[in-house]
Structure formats: structure tokens, C-alpha cells
């Protein structure tokens, strides 16, 4: 087997360890996708058996059976059952939880069934010895007709012997079935294997038990009749076979492992839950982790931000001196060097954010979250799961999107993503904090700051209508899938660094490739409307301005109002009049697509025209006048109208990007946009109709 | 008849029947098959989801679900 690449399948049960034999096996040399036309995570990567052999592996989603439920459990069985499959493996290794055999070989022993080639990898070894039980690895491998060796996947243990006994499995299969299910139901398996023409009685009952095995639609009324005509019930049929199966495993089970007295440590995580789960405490403790998350997104990762802002700050004039002024100086410096910064100043809060998350998840708090929260977030139509990223979007929205994948649920899961960004993010905070400051005054009522008691407020609205627009949503979202919450509760291990490590990488990873690319193409269209106008508008406005004192201010801001994004502000100006609006934030509102914190930049930009003298952005607004009324322009009502468009608007491109990326389809970000602008523009028309 | 959903925190049980098909499936291949016994180890504020100790590992149901699951307490 020189040099050639075979195909190495991992499956196993959730929480079987398979993800960190995964990384043990490939180390960094992953790639993660997703299946086609699906939002299930596709990781492969390659592996180093020896030194003339490599193998491709594939990490399979992690599922109990090779019946499907899921759309996760779809994938593993879709690749384990077609031999026609691009992913079709030579040669599978099943994970299992040494210290949870009885249920952790079922997988295995249906796998053996299908006549694959197998090699059974026990891992937990240590647990299982915790708990007082010995495996017979010898004994277990001779009965089960394949080999077995046991591992410890965090600690790198049985790595090297696993590779050599793959190697030398290749091209081998199992020689009886562990469970033969031409004798349980006579006659019926060898119709349906003529019927699909093949000689596989596992895969044949599978097929008659309705399974959708690719390639069988034309089979599907022959197989149904034969159904008919042998008297089986699928349902029932299945059930008898797992029922069957079970029994042979207690057989097993029995003869290869020893139960002895378990050993004293491996009562921890009774102890921890009885805290961690309390109907009091519980609650206290996530509150409190909830709060440290949030501390930690929203101000540790301020400052590796205001690194990478002053960062591409300094490139930025690197650049802009160093090439030749014209055209393309200011593309690579305002459209792709500003996109570029854009990006990679999302990086720290990802990383922090799937720091806290990877840790959680591999201690196994998580399942105990999702436990206590469950019945509360179901009530509103999301799942215990939800917690994080709808709090975490108060941070920001992308990375919180980025981790509703562990939102088994779809409905669920689409449901957390639509509403995550009513969650006040940190970019609407300049925002806040600008308006803010111009309309309220800095006044104590009843020893509170009135300016910070609106601030809350704007929080809460967020918060607030992230809720009922998530009820709203799981009455009008239709899924035919019923929702179940069958989950095992791990036991509580000590974090592996290395998989926390993986799991910060590859996500930030897939956010910098395949977000970065819309991402800067977007940046580009919106450099090109604020720095491009039809006909000689450009021209004529540095000749107006030419020797004038402060003549730079004044051409950049003619030139935003005479640019592409200018006319689009005058365009849409009329729609946005009973709002309060004039063109000149309509223009902000459209640069503020690129990210929130936009507007207040192009604010000061497009009202420092014709002023002479340098002022800051709030002193310049304040002094502004409605030319209607001659009063102040940004009076209580325009000011919480503008808030309240910023609260509920879809402005920030990196989310939709995410939002198309996480849920596979245009639809949902598009979805997304309307509503959220729809909420937007009717509750500034009423607050500013209301008010002024 | 008992169901699971009854139990308190503390007993012990044998598994009998479940009612739901797609439930019936699930928790079979999860290994709980009928004759095997269980410990019933928590159950959640607000109605929230059951979890028990079955076959060395914990497993937790919503309650609503445990309503169809049949159940003898030993």
C-alpha cells in the first residue's frame, strides 16, 4: 500500500472521545466544510500511518445507530451504507466509551453487520477502571471477530499500535455477523437482498425498515410489498432487531468485563451536580459564568482590538504613502485594507467567545445547562442551548451565530439565529453613546444617571424583542421534525486543552476564509459608491474648494454627498422623512452597512461642510439647526428614533455573511434584513410621530 | 400502569414499554431496552427534563416524553 491514500471513517457516539482522536490522529491538518446543501460540519483530514502510507480520515457526526434521526445520523449513514458514496471508507474505527460499553459497541456491532471493515478503538480505558471495571480486550476482540485496542486519546496513548493495526486490517472484513438478521426474519432479508441486488442482509433490512438508502427510490414499492407480504412492520420490525441486539451485547458485556469496586474519585461528578443542577444554585452559578463570558468578550477582548485597529491604522498610512496617489492608492487603502480590518477585528471576540465555549462544552457543563434551562427556553421557542449565543450577541452577533451549532434542533437553532441580532452589540454602542449624550441630559433622577437609565434601556428593548420575536417564530416556523431531548449527561472530565485549542482555531479559520472572502467583496462596492460619482462632480468640487482654508475637510464632504452613496441618501430621503431622517443621516445609514460604528465617522465626515473650524462630531451636532423650525435638529424625537432604528436594523454585513454561512442558504439572512428593517423603520415612525 | 414521569428522584425502576414510536427507537438503541433497570438521579426546576442512571451512564428525557414511557418501580 505505498503511497497510496485509502479512506479511514471515525464513528462513534456523541461524548466518545471521537473528536480528540480526531485531533490526536490528524493534528492540525483539517478541513472543515460543510456536506453539500447541508449545515452539517464536515471535518477531514489527513493521517500519517506510516512512513510510506497516508490516509484521508473523515469524523463522522456522533450517533448512537446507524438508523437515522437527524440530519447529523443522515450523514454517517448515508456514507456508512452506499458503497457508491465519495466518502466511502476502506476501512472504519469506531470510538468507543470503555466505561459505558454495553452502549457504546451497538454502533460497532451494526457496522460489523454491514460487513465493513473495522477496527474497534476503547477508549476511556482509565474511566472505566475508575468505575471498578476491567475490559478483556483480547477476549472481546476474538468475539467480536475484529480487532480491538485500547487507547486514551487525550493522552496520545495506543496512537502508534491503532495506526499499525489499521495497516494491517486494510482489506479485510468481518467473517459472520454479529447479529444475523437473515435468521431473525426468514426468508424476508434474502427477497429484499434479490430485490436490491445485492448480498447484504444488514443493509437489506435497513432498507426494508424504510430507511432512505440513496440509490433505492425504485426499490421503495417492491421493498414495501414485500413488506406487506412477509407480515413486517417496519417500527416493529426495529424494534425487535435492537431488542435482539441488546440481548446478544448483555451477553458480551458479561463475559468480557469484570465489575469491581469502583474507585473513590469517580464520585465527583455526583457532587458537582449536585450543585452545578440545584433548583437554586444552579441557576446562581450559570448566572455568574454568564456574567464572566460577557466580562471577558465584551472588555478583555477590547484591547487585542484596539491593537489590530491601531494596527491597520498604521498600514493604512503606510500604504497610502508608499504607493503613488491616485485611484488605486485609495482602493487598496479604504476598500480592501479598511475590509481587511474589518474582518480581523473580529477575530479576538471569536476566539474568546469559543474559548469559554470549547472549555464548557468538553468539562460537559454544557449538557447540564441545556438540563436546567431546557423547559424555561422552550416555552419561547429555543432550546436550553440558546443561552449563550443570545447573550453573548450583546457582545457581538458573529461569533454568537457562529456557535448555535450546538443546537441540535433546526427550528430551534434558526429560531436563536434570527433573533440574536436584536442583542444590542458592542458596534451599536458609539452609537448609543453619541445620541445619547446629545439628547439626554446629564441629569441624576432619584440618584440614578438619566443618560445611563436610557442606555439600559436600549439593552432591554434588544433583549426584549429577541423574545417575542422568537414566540412569534415558533408559531410560524413549520418543522416536521418533532422536537425530542434525549441527551446523555457526561461525566464531568477535565478540560483538553488541545481540543479547546482546535476549536478556537478552526473558527476562526472558517470566519477569515470563508466569511473574509464576501466580506471584503462587500467592502469593496462601498468604497466604490462613497468614493465614486457620475460625471465630473469630483472635479468640479476640488476647483470649488481649491486654496479655501480647510479644504480637505470641505471636498470630502461634498464629495460623500455628491457620490453614489449621496445620491442613494437623497433617494431614499422621503422614505425616511416621517422618521425624522434628513439625507445626510440617510447617507450614514447606508455606509453603516459596512459595520454600525460607521456612522458615527461618516456623521462627522458629512456635516463638517463648509465649517471651518475643527470641532468634535457632538459639539457639531448639537449646533445644528432644522431649517424648517430654526430649533435644534437633533431634538429628544429624532435622537430615540434614530437609537431605535439602530436597535433593530440589519446593519452590519459580517453578521448576514455569517448568517448565510451557518444556515446554507440565502434565504434566511434575506428573511433576516426585512423583518429586522421592517421593525426598524415602524418603530421610529411611531416613536418620532409620537414624540414630536 | 406507571410511567417514568412519576417516579421521584431517589427510586429505582425497570423499563416496560414505550408508547411512542420515534421515542420507542431512540431510547432502545440508547440501551434502554425492556427488563433493565434504572435509577431515577435528578429531575429540573419548572417541569424540566428527567434524568436517569441506566446501564452506567446518565441519560436525561424531557418530562413530557417520560409520560410515555412504561415503567415498573422496583
Known amino acids: 500500500m505505498s503511497n497510496q491514500l485509502f479512506k479511514i471513517a471515525l464513528a462513534g457516539n456523541p461524548n466518545s472521545g471521537k473528536t480528540t482522536l480526531f485531533n490526536a490522529l490528524t493534528g492540525l491538518k483539517q478541513k472543515v466544510g460543510n456536506y453539500p446543501g447541508?449545515?452539517?460540519?464536515?471535518?477531514?483530514?489527513?493521517?500519517?500511518?506510516?512512513?510510506?502510507?497516508?490516509?484521508?480520515?473523515?469524523?463522522?457526526?456522533?450517533?448512537?445507530?446507524?438508523?437515522?434521526?437527524?440530519?447529523?445520523?443522515?450523514?454517517?449513514?448515508?456514507?456508512?451504507?452506499?458503497?457508491?458514496?465519495?466518502?466511502?471508507?476502506?476501512?472504519?474505527?469506531?470510538?468507543?466509551?470503555?466505561?459505558?460499553?454495553?452502549?457504546?459497541?451497538?454502533?460497532?456491532?451494526?457496522?460489523?453487520?454491514?460487513?465493513?471493515?473495522?477496527?474497534?478503538?476503547?477508549?476511556?480505558?482509565?474511566?472505566?477502571?475508575?468505575?471498578?471495571?476491567?475490559?478483556?480486550?483480547?477476549?472481546?476482540?476474538?468475539?467480536?471477530?475484529?480487532?480491538?485496542?485500547?487507547?486514551?486519546?487525550?493522552?496520545?496513548?495506543?496512537?502508534?499500535?491503532?495506526?499499525?493495526?489499521?495497516?494491517?486490517?486494510?482489506?479485510?472484513?468481518?467473517?459472520?455477523?454479529?447479529?444475523?438478521?437473515?435468521?431473525?426474519?426468514?426468508?424476508?432479508?434474502?427477497?429484499?437482498?434479490?430485490?436490491?441486488?445485492?448480498?447484504?442482509?444488514?443493509?437489506?433490512?435497513?432498507?426494508?425498515?424504510?430507511?432512505?438508502?440513496?440509490?433505492?427510490?425504485?426499490?421503495?414499492?417492491?421493498?414495501?410489498?414485500?413488506?406487506?407480504?412477509?407480515?413486517?412492520?417496519?417500527?416493529?420490525?426495529?424494534?425487535?432487531?435492537?431488542?435482539?441486539?441488546?440481548?446478544?451485547?448483555?451477553k458480551l458485556v458479561k463475559e468480557t468485563v469484570k465489575q469491581g469496586e469502583p474507585i473513590g474519585k469517580y464520585m465527583i461528578t455526583k457532587r458537582l451536580d449536585d450543585l452545578l443542577i440545584h433548583p437554586f444554585y444552579g441557576y446562581i452559578i450559570f448566572l455568574l459564568i454568564l456574567f464572566v463570558i460577557f466580562q471577558v468578550v465584551f472588555s478583555w477582548a477590547t484591547y487585542p482590538m484596539d491593537l489590530i485597529d491601531g494596527l491597520f491604522v498604521d498600514i493604512q498610512m503606510f500604504v497610502s504613502q508608499a504607493l503613488p496617489k491616485g485611484l488605486l492608492n485609495d482602493l487598496v487603502v479604504n476598500g480592501i485594507l479598511a475590509g481587511l480590518g474589518g474582518i480581523l477585528i473580529f477575530v479576538p471576540q471569536i476566539a474568546f467567545l469559543f474559548a469559554f465555549i470549547a472549555f464548557l462544552e468538553d468539562t460537559g457543563y454544557m449538557a447540564r445547562v441545556s438540563f436546567i434551562t431546557d423547559k424555561l427556553l422552550r416555552n419561547v421557542g429555543l432550546?436550553?442551548?440558546?443561552?449563550?449565543?443570545?447573550?453573548?450577541?450583546?457582545?457581538?452577533?458573529?461569533?454568537?451565530?457562529?456557535?448555535?451549532?450546538?443546537?441540535?434542533?433546526?427550528?430551534?437553532?434558526?429560531?436563536?439565529?434570527?433573533?440574536t441580532p436584536l442583542m444590542s452589540c458592542s458596534a451599536r454602542l458609539p452609537v448609543y453613546t453619541l445620541i445619547i449624550a446629545l439628547i439626554i441630559p446629564a441629569e441624576d433622577y432619584f440618584g440614578f444617571n438619566l443618560q445611563g437609565i436610557v442606555m439600559m434601556s436600549f439593552y432591554m428593548i434588544g433583549f426584549v424583542a429577541a423574545i417575542l420575536v422568537a414566540l412569534l417564530?415558533?408559531?410560524?416556523?413549520?418543522?416536521?421534525?418533532?422536537?425530542?431531548?434525549?441527551?446523555?449527561?457526561?461525566?464531568?472530565?477535565?478540560?483538553?486543552?488541545?481540543?479547546?485549542?482546535?476549536?478556537?482555531?478552526?473558527?476562526?479559520?472558517?470566519?477569515?476564509?470563508?466569511?473574509?472572502?464576501?466580506?471584503?467583496?462587500?467592502?469593496?462596492?462601498?468604497?466604490?459608491?462613497?468614493?465614486?460619482s457620475p460625471g465630473d462632480n469630483f472635479e468640479k468640487i476640488e476647483k470649488k474648494w481649491k486654496g479655501h482654508e480647510n479644504a480637505e475637510f470641505n471636498i470630502n464632504a461634498d464629495k460623500l454627498e455628491a457620490s453614489y452613496?449621496?445620491?442613494?441618501?437623497?433617494?431614499?430621503?422621503?422614505?425616511?422623512?416621517?422618521?425624522?431622517?434628513?439625507?445626510?443621516?440617510?447617507?450614514?445609514?447606508?455606509?453603516?452597512?459596512?459595520?454600525?460604528?460607521?456612522?458615527?465617522?461618516?456623521?462627522?465626515?458629512?456635516?463638517?461642510?463648509?465649517?471651518?473650524?475643527?470641532?468634535?462630531?457632538?459639539?457639531?451636532?448639537?449646533?445644528?439647526?432644522?431649517?424648517?423650525?430654526?430649533?435644534?435638529?437633533?431634538?429628544?424625537?429624532?435622537?430615540?428614533?434614530?437609537?431605535?432604528?439602530?436597535?433593530?436594523?440589519?446593519?452590519?454585513?459580517?453578521?448576514?455573511?455569517?448568517?448565510?454561512?451557518?444556515?446554507?442558504?440565502?434565504?434566511?439572512?434575506?428573511?433576516?434584513?426585512?423583518?429586522?428593517?421592517?421593525?426598524?423603520?415602524?418603530?421610529?415612525?411611531?416613536?418620532?410621530?409620537?414624540?414630536? | 400502569m406507571q410511567c417514568l414521569a412519576e417516579l421521584s428522584i431517589g427510586s429505582t425502576g425497570e423499563m416496560v414499554r414505550i408508547f411512542d414510536n420515534n421515542l420507542e427507537q431512540k431510547l432502545l438503541e440508547m440501551g434502554c431496552t425492556p427488563g433493565e433497570n434504572f435509577e431515577v438521579?435528578?429531575?429540573?426546576?419548572?417541569?424540566g427534563p428527567v434524568a436517569i442512571l441506566i446501564s452506567s451512564y446518565i441519560l436525561s428525557i424531557r418530562r413530557e416524553d417520560a409520560k410515555s414511557i412504561e415503567v415498573i418501580e422496583l
Request: proline content about 4%; glycine content about 6%; charged content about 20%.
Open chain 1, 383 to 419: 432550546n436550553g442551548r440558546s443561552i449563550i449565543p443570545l447573550l453573548s450577541g450583546a457582545a457581538c452577533a458573529v461569533p454568537a451565530i457562529m456557535s448555535t451549532r450546538t443546537i441540535s434542533s433546526w427550528k430551534e437553532r434558526i429560531i436563536t439565529i434570527l433573533v
Open chain 1, 38 to 250: 447541508i449545515t452539517v460540519e464536515k471535518k477531514t483530514g489527513t493521517i500519517k500511518l506510516s512512513n510510506d502510507s497516508k490516509a484521508i480520515a473523515i469524523d463522522l457526526p456522533g450517533t448512537y445507530s446507524l438508523f437515522s434521526k437527524s440530519i447529523d445520523e443522515e450523514v454517517a449513514q448515508q456514507i456508512l451504507c452506499n458503497k457508491d458514496n465519495r466518502d466511502y471508507p476502506d476501512i472504519t474505527l469506531v470510538v468507543a466509551d470503555a466505561s459505558n460499553l454495553r452502549r457504546s459497541i451497538f454502533l460497532l456491532t451494526q457496522i460489523i453487520d454491514l460487513k465493513m471493515n473495522v477496527v474497534l478503538a476503547l477508549n476511556m480505558v482509565d474511566i472505566a477502571t475508575k468505575k471498578g471495571l476491567i475490559v478483556d480486550v483480547n477476549l472481546l476482540s476474538k468475539k467480536l471477530g475484529i480487532p480491538v485496542v485500547a487507547i486514551n486519546a487525550r493522552k496520545g496513548k495506543g496512537i502508534e499500535v491503532l495506526k499499525k493495526t489499521v495497516i494491517n486490517s486494510l482489506g479485510k472484513s468481518p467473517d459472520y455477523p454479529f447479529l444475523d438478521v437473515g435468521k431473525l426474519f426468514k426468508g424476508a432479508i434474502q427477497k429484499a437482498n434479490i430485490i436490491r441486488n445485492v448480498e447484504n442482509n444488514y443493509a437489506s433490512f435497513m432498507a426494508l425498515c424504510k430507511q432512505k438508502l440513496s440509490g433505492e427510490i425504485e426499490n421503495r414499492c417492491a421493498l414495501n410489498q414485500l413488506c406487506k407480504s412477509e407480515d413486517i412492520i417496519p417500527e416493529r420490525a426495529q424494534a425487535k432487531e435492537t431488542v435482539n441486539r441488546y440481548s446478544l451485547i448483555d
Open chain 1, 473 to 532: 417564530l415558533k408559531y410560524t416556523i413549520k418543522s416536521k421534525e418533532h422536537s425530542y431531548y434525549i441527551m446523555e449527561m457526561p461525566s464531568y472530565k477535565i478540560p483538553d486543552w488541545k481540543t479547546v485549542g482546535y476549536t478556537i482555531f478552526e473558527k476562526v479559520k472558517v470566519f477569515l476564509f470563508d466569511a473574509g472572502k464576501i466580506i471584503i467583496a462587500v467592502s469593496i462596492v462601498l468604497w466604490f459608491m462613497s468614493s465614486f
Open chain 1, 565 to 692: 452613496a449621496g445620491i442613494l441618501g437623497k433617494m431614499i430621503e422621503p422614505a425616511i422623512k416621517p422618521l425624522g431622517f434628513d439625507w445626510k443621516i440617510g447617507i450614514s445609514l447606508i455606509t453603516s452597512f459596512a459595520a454600525r460604528e460607521v456612522f458615527v465617522g461618516t456623521m462627522s465626515t458629512i456635516y463638517s461642510v463648509g465649517d471651518s473650524n475643527v470641532k468634535s462630531i457632538q459639539t457639531r451636532l448639537s449646533e445644528l439647526k432644522n431649517p424648517d423650525t430654526g430649533e435644534a435638529f437633533f431634538t429628544p424625537a429624532v435622537g430615540i428614533s434614530l437609537m431605535l432604528f439602530y436597535a433593530f436594523a440589519m446593519q452590519c454585513m459580517t453578521t448576514i455573511v455569517i448568517v448565510y454561512r451557518e444556515t446554507n442558504h440565502w434565504k434566511w439572512p434575506f428573511i433576516q434584513f426585512v423583518y429586522m428593517g421592517f421593525l426598524a423603520y415602524f418603530s421610529s415612525l411611531i416613536a418620532y410621530q409620537l414624540l414630536s
Open chain 2, 41 to 47: 438521579v435528578r429531575k429540573a426546576p419548572f417541569g
